[in-house]
């Protein structure tokens, strides 16, 4: 038996700008997927029930990409929301994949976010490497198309390639507040394909938002707080305009700038959650209560993938 767990995540700058090689920086939060495998009997199971290859999409396809011909038996226990733009079906898909493809305990990262991020993209049929790299490196990940400090590795698709670097969790206190609108990153990812193919503006506003993300990275070097959530604020609203916003995020968002820095949706958007950057975080909290969302007051963290027995 093996078990392995892995971070959730959010994303502070960049979410559906990275899919077309934009920079997005993402960090490492507190909450975890824990994933226990070990040989089954007959037959893979999940929880204690076969597995099924449309509801448990993640797993059926680590298992099919890790060779295992054998059957399983998985366990999985989450601190994280599905569907709530943290990151959970990344934290599912490298905790089983450290289960299934460690060796006598190391792990190689590189492997692991490489191959996390097929996972995704074949279930999702589109995705970055945030999620996943984030996932199994921990701390603060930003992603590039040029090779920036403290590089760590790289990942292409076609004729695309992400540069993957740590950064250092810089120092902010962070609110997540979910809607309650369960929201599928798939379809949602799709939605801004279409539109991007087609139209030049939406091409343009992708581009906006790589912009806004590099001067972001300089504020959070600088730890320039307010920069940094005007910077969120305009992330915002170019993510609205590319039609991923949702009544209950706005809503949200709005309630939460009184007391913050700055406030954005977080992740693949349609409903799902938003993040806000304060240093009141029981009021952003209370305000987000109050709009019938669900607060998470979460820290950044350093550990990725671990190993926990
Ligand atoms: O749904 P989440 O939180 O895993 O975020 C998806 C982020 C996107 O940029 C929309 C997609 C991706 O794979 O990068």
């Not at 040029?146 to 004729?159: A, H, Q, T």
């Not at 968002?253 to 992740?267: D, M, N, V």
């Amino acid at each position: 038996m093996v078990v392995y767990s892995a971070p959730g995540k959010v994303i502070l700058f960049g979410e559906h700008a990275v899919v077309y090689g934009k920079p997005a920086i993402a960090l490492a939060v507190n909450r975890r997927i824990y994933c226990d495998i070990s040989e089954g009997e007959d037959i893979t199971t999940v929880n204690g029930r076969e597995i099924d290859k449309e509801k448990q999409g993640y797993l059926s396809e680590v298992i099919e990409q890790t060779g295992v011909h054998h059957p399983l038996r998985i366990n999985t226990d989450s601190e994280l929301p599905s569907g709530a733009g943290m990151g959970s079906s990344a934290a599912l898909t490298v905790s089983a994949l450290g289960c299934l493809l460690n060796d006598k305990g190391d792990i190689e990262e590189s492997k692991i976010a490489e191959e996390g991020f097929k996972v995704e993209y074949s279930v999702q049929g589109s995705a970055s490497p945030i999620d996943t790299s984030t996932s199994t490196h921990g701390s603060a990940v930003m992603l590039s198309d040029r090779k920036l400090k403290d590089f760590l590795w790289n990942i292409e698709k076609g004729e695309k390639s992400w540069k993957v670097h740590h950064r250092d969790i810089p120092e902010i206190k962070l609110v997540i507040g979910y809607t309650g609108v369960h929201a599928r990153t798939g379809p949602l990812v799709q939605k801004v394909r279409n539109f991007y193919e087609k139209s030049n503006f939406a091409q343009d506003i992708v581009d906006e938002i790589g912009e806004v993300v590099n001067l972001g990275s300089e504020a959070l070097e600088e730890n320039d707080l307010e920069r940094v959530g005007e910077l969120m604020n305009r992330n915002h609203k170019l993510l609205s305009i590319l039609g991923i916003s949702h009544p209950s995020l706005e809503a949200l968002c709005q309630a939460s700038r009184k007391y913050s820095y700055g406030a954005k949706l977080t992740g693949a958007g349609g409903g799902g959650s938003m993040i806000a950057i304060t240093d009141e975080p029981s009021k952003v909290a209370e305000v987000i209560r109050m709009r019938g969302g669900t607060p998470y007051m979460l820290e950044s963290t350093d550990e990725g993938l671990t190993q926990e027995k």
